[in-house]
């Protein structure tokens, strides 16, 4: 049996929030090891809105999801830190001055410092309990867009009515051959100025739009789908062929284990103190869309600013010795050193 790992803060989450803590761990001395769930690093920006803009984020008038993240990894690089994917902390417990903590692969850390940056906590796709598309997840029905221009004229049906179901049927329709539009009310719920860009890609006859409709079965051989199948509150069957099929029913949004750590939670979120960003717990943070205080926005620019404070008191905590004195990264050579600068 190995050892735990030795970590000056363990890191759960790799969302924007999570990896910008890095960074201001990093340039205070402290050593990370981020932790998440997904295949992949970015959290929501990566998961759910890889292609879309994003205006807001303080001195980058407009950004990706993914170029954000993509920045950010780039900001981070001098500090080597481990970032461990498909895989989740499931068990956190105090001993003395410091935790312990065990992922689901049976990894164990001991740090003084726990940032939770989970954001909605271990997020995952509602999906229709229906066997055959259980069936093709993976090759022809999909739950998100990794990468838009897989969609590149292909025969692409999409489910839902919400904000993600609409922007993607108006942003795939410039790229694929056909685009066909399902949702099992006649109303949408997504931004108006959407709504009216589908109906008018409708009208052009670019979008197919079934409404009263909901997916009834998948259809293809072993390794391909070929067609789907719909079901109309009249009992209605359809078939529809197509390449692929992406389904928008929204995210199932559960806090999971750390349901049970024996937070003060506020809803599905963390309660932390505005000065430290520390949660009820000694040494343990939360920040990003999971913490909650009285005004929480969730916004990224505000995860940013929680990781900012929390690493400072994590120093604290972590070189209980040492004196921290506030530097500008502007002026301070010991921080430039840290990043590399020469
Ligand atoms: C469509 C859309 C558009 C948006 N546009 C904007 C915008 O324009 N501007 C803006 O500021 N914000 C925007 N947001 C919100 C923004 O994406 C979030 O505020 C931001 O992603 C929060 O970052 P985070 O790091 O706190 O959490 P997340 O990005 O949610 O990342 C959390 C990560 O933690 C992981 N995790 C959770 N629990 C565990 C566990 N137990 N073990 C291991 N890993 C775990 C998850 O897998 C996830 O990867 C948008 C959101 C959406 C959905």
Redesign the pocket.
């Known amino acids: 049996m190995t050892d735990p790992i030795k970590t000056d803060c363990l890191i759960?989450?790799?969302?924007?929030?999570?990896?910008f803590a890095v960074f201001e761990l990093g340039i205070l001395g402290l050593s990370a090891h981020i932790?998440?769930?997904?295949d992949k690093i970015?959290?929501?920006?990566s998961?759910?809105?890889p292609d879309?803009p994003?205006?807001?984020?303080p001195a980058l008038p407009e950004c990706t999801?993914l170029s954000l993240i993509e920045n950010l990894q780039k900001q981070i690089k001098p500090f080597n830190t481990p970032i461990d994917l498909n895989?989740?902390?499931?068990e956190i417990r105090q001993e003395q001055n410091s935790w312990f903590v065990k992922?689901t692969q049976g990894k164990e850390f001991i740090t003084p410092n726990i940032f939770i940056?989970?954001?909605?906590?271990?997020?995952e796709p509602r999906k229709p309990p229906i066997e055959s598309v259980t069936k093709y997840e993976g090759i022809g029905i999909r739950y998100s867009v990794p990468d838009k221009n897989y969609y590149l004229n292909k025969n692409v049906v999409i489910f839902g009515g919400g904000?993600?179901a609409l922007d993607w049927t108006v942003e795939l329709s410039k790229i694929a051959k056909h685009i066909t539009l399902i949702h099992r009310r006649d109303e949408f719920k997504a931004v108006n100025h959407t709504v009216e860009q589908m109906k008018q890609l409708v009208s052009e006859g670019k979008v197919t739009l079934y409404t009263k409709n909901q997916i009834a079965d998948a259809n293809g051989n072993d390794d391909h789908l070929s067609s789907v199948s719909i079901k109309s509150t009249d009992g209605e069957i359809k078939s529809i062929d197509c390449d692929e099929v992406l389904i928008f029913y929204g995210l199932k949004m559960e806090l999971?284990?750390?349901n049970d750590w024996g937070l003060n939670l506020h809803e599905k979120q963390i309660q932390v103190n505005t000065e430290d960003f520390q949660t009820n717990l000694p040494g343990v943070f939360a920040?990003?869309?999971?913490s909650y205080y009285p005004g929480k926005l969730?916004?990224?620019?505000s995860?940013f600013h929680e990781a900012a404070l929390a690493a400072q008191e994590a120093f604290r905590r972590a070189r209980p010795d040492e004196v921290l004195t506030f530097r500008y990264t502007t002026s301070s050579t010991d921080i430039q050193k840290k990043l590399g600068v020469k």
Not at 35 to 38: A, E, G, H, R, T
Not at 54 to 57: A, K, L, Q, S, T
Not at 287 to 290: E, Q, R, T
């Open positions: 759960i989450g790799a969302g924007p929030v999570g990896l932790v998440d769930n997904l970015g959290g929501q920006c998961e759910l809105y879309k994003i205006y807001d984020i999801g895989d989740r902390i499931d992922t940056a989970g954001g909605v906590g271990s997020f904000d993600s999971g284990p750390i920040m990003g869309d999971i969730k916004l990224i620019l995860g």
